[in-house]
């Protein structure tokens, strides 16, 4: 499941696990780091790829948009719930 490109060049906003200190990098910066010391407390933070998903999921432009995540393998996100994409288990069918 690949991390939209959409988002390579997009603030992303992440919060120190230790402290809840906010910081923001572009989308490019989060897909090659793993882990993330934080500047306020010291705390190196470990970004999973989970956490990076939901990371880019929150950050997703809203249905309507001409990048829209689809899920590898599996049905395209179809439903923007206004917190994530969410899979088109509702999508109409033809019939
Ligand atoms: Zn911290």
Same mark, same amino acid.
């Given at each position: 499941?690949?991390?939209?490109?959409? %988002?390579?060049?997009?603030? $992303?906003?992440? =919060?120190? $696990?230790?402290?809840? /200190? @906010?910081?923001?990098?572009?989308?490019?910066?989060? =897909?090659?780091?793993?882990?993330?010391?934080?500047?306020?407390? &010291?705390? @190196?933070?470990?970004?999973?790829?989970?956490?990076? %998903? @939901?990371?880019?999921?929150? /950050? !997703?432009?809203?249905? &309507? !948009?001409?990048?829209?995540?689809?899920?590898? &393998?599996?049905?395209? $996100?179809?439903?923007? !719930?206004?917190?994530?994409?969410? @899979?088109? $288990? !509702?999508?109409?069918?033809? =019939?």
């Amino acid at each position: 499941m690949p991390l939209s490109a959409a %988002l390579n060049d997009a603030d $992303l906003e992440f =919060k120190c $696990l230790e402290c809840g /200190h @906010a910081f923001v990098r572009k989308g490019s910066w989060f =897909k090659v780091i793993s882990t993330f010391k934080c500047e306020r407390c &010291g705390v @190196a933070n470990r970004i999973g790829y989970a956490d990076k %998903l @939901a990371l880019f999921e929150k /950050h !997703s432009p809203p249905f &309507g !948009s001409t990048q829209r995540p689809t899920v590898n &393998g599996g049905p395209a $996100l179809t439903r923007w !719930s206004g917190v994530g994409w969410t @899979a088109g $288990l !509702s999508r109409p069918s033809a =019939k």
